[in-house]
């Protein structure tokens, strides 16, 4: 490996110019230790920094490139709509076959409004769910991600029936009130937080195999569960399928549990690399949208052309494929198994969650179901198998709380070197 040298110069001269040196915190590299590498471009299944080292990507922009770097169909696309402009601000047919296509790949999805991020699809989710509802409050799960949005700021841990403490200065606390958090994977404790909000929860958010904890899947029933509850209360069930839309199965997380919920927020996947996102659900609910209903929400690059290319040809080439999902998998499955093999010859304490192309090997002896059992990891134990992992040329994404995201650039061959790389850094932290 080549020393990072431009990356460490470009990381000093960033901090003058942008805050913490990055757009957006994680990149920094602090869960991890270390300094960011800064990236020239990628191919397929291989990303190369600023001073020509090369990684086998298992980041992949933190799930969007499932399809694996520059694919061409994506490329060509993009190069096609560039020529013809790059944004309108006004309707176009693009909008109309990718609204189409969303609808069909997602069931439970009858209209779709496109916007520029997945924040931006939450923050639009609730407030139509409080629009619809006439109703302030809405539930959330500890250690899910909804972006940056001011009412998912909100401290995980504050008691059941207390109101919500914001966790970001700059979130008001007449925002965080509204806003009540439970544990993932306890229907009990849903239960009860309805019960002492009778009437007044609008939604419920959650994303429905967590990702944002690292790899954490629901319980047999769990989500049945919540839907049921939703059902009985009026309260509009929001799966934020950011992460798990397209990259689960072509209905995401809610065709692999089959349940269906009332709205799904997209992002990530949907826009091949672009900045794209959307929210969609119900056609009584989505009605609700201005201009057709009274909620407001808009945007002056939404739907852009060169992004709505991107997601078309992404969305498409998914869509095509009979096996995009079962291949996914078993390269996965080969790659937990493989680490699996590895933990176990060096007697290390693990646990491995995996569903699809979404795992997390947490530094844990003890099962992964929620927040409080994920903040069980030894993180700096993560840290370092992070940095050798790198070391050992493979990229991995830069926190204990994140799942890999496997594309369909890995082939079989480099999962051996996967596996090999994993072996040499887990010895090394041992
Ligand atoms: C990434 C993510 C978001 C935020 O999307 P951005 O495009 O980063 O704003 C929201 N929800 C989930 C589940 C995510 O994984």
């Given at each position: 490996?080549?020393s990072?040298?431009?990356s ?6 960033a ?11 994680v ?9 960011p ?5 990628a191919?397929?299944?291989?990303i190369?920094d600023e001073?020509d ?10 799930g ?18 560039v ?12 909008e ?5 296509l969303?609808?069909a790949?997602?069931?439970s999805?009858e ?10 699809a ?32 909100i ?23 509204d ?10 404790r849903l ?6 909000n ?5 939604a ?5 195999v ?16 919540m ?22 199965s072509?209905a ?13 927020t997209?992002?990530?996947?949907i ?22 209903g009274?909620v ?42 493989g680490?699996?093999a ?6 290390l ?10 795992v ?16 069980s ?27 890999l ?11 051996g ?9 887990l010895?090394?932290?041992?």
């Amino acid at each position: 490996m080549n020393s990072p040298v431009k990356s460490q110069r470009l990381f000093e001269e960033a901090q003058h110019f942008i805050p913490g040196g990055v757009n957006s915190p994680v990149r920094a590299f602090k869960a991890v230790g270390g300094n960011p590498l800064f990236i020239k471009f990628a191919k397929g299944a291989f990303i190369t920094d600023e001073d020509d080292n090369q990684y086998i990507e298992l980041f992949n922009s933190w799930g969007p490139m499932i399809l694996g770097h520059a694919n061409e169909r994506i490329a060509d696309a993009v190069k096609e709509a560039v020529e013809g402009s790059l944004s309108f601000g006004a309707p176009t047919a693009m909008e109309v076959e990718m609204a189409k296509l969303i609808c069909a790949m997602v069931p439970s999805i009858e209209k779709v409004r496109m916007v520029n991020s997945g924040t931006e699809a939450t923050m639009s989710a609730i407030r139509l769910a409080r629009g619809y509802t006439g109703r302030d409050k809405m539930i959330k799960f500890e250690g899910c991600y909804h972006g940056h949005g001011d009412s998912f700021l909100i401290a995980a841990g504050s008691g059941v029936m207390t109101l919500g403490e914001p966790n970001s200065p700059g979130v008001t606390r007449g925002v965080a009130k509204d806003t009540l958090t439970v544990p993932f994977n306890d229907l009990e404790r849903l239960e009860e937080v309805i019960n002492a909000n009778k009437d007044q929860v609008a939604a419920i958010i959650v994303e429905p195999v967590a990702g944002n904890m690292g790899c954490t899947l629901p319980a047999e029933g769990y989500l049945q569960g919540m839907r049921e509850l939703c059902d009985a209360n009026g309260i509009v069930l929001i799966f934020d399928e950011v992460m798990t839309g397209f990259r689960l199965s072509k209905a995401g997380a809610q065709g692999v549990y089959d349940v269906k919920p009332d709205l799904t927020t997209l992002g990530k996947i949907i826009g091949g690399g672009m900045p794209v996102g959307a929210y969609g659900g119900k056609k009584e609910i989505m009605d609700y949208v201005s201009p057709q209903g009274p909620v407001y929400q808009a945007g002056t690059l939404s739907g852009n052309p060169v992004a709505m290319a991107a997601g078309m040809a992404m969305l498409t080439q998914i869509n095509e494929s009979e096996s995009i999902y079962t291949d996914l998998a078993n390269t996965t499955e080969a790659i937990e198994k493989g680490f699996q093999a590895n933990l176990d010859e060096l007697g290390l304490g693990y646990t491995m969650n995996r569903i699809g192309s979404m795992v997390s090997l947490f530094f844990t002896d003890q099962k992964v179901i929620d927040f409080d059992t994920a903040k069980s990891s030894n993180t700096e134990k993560f840290g370092l198998y992070f940095r050798e992992m790198l070391n050992n040329g493979v990229y991995l994404p830069p926190s204990q709380f994140e799942t890999l995201f496997i594309s369909t650039s890995i082939t079989e061959d480099l999962v051996g070197r996967i596996v090999e790389a994993n072996r040499t850094a887990l010895k090394k932290i041992h």
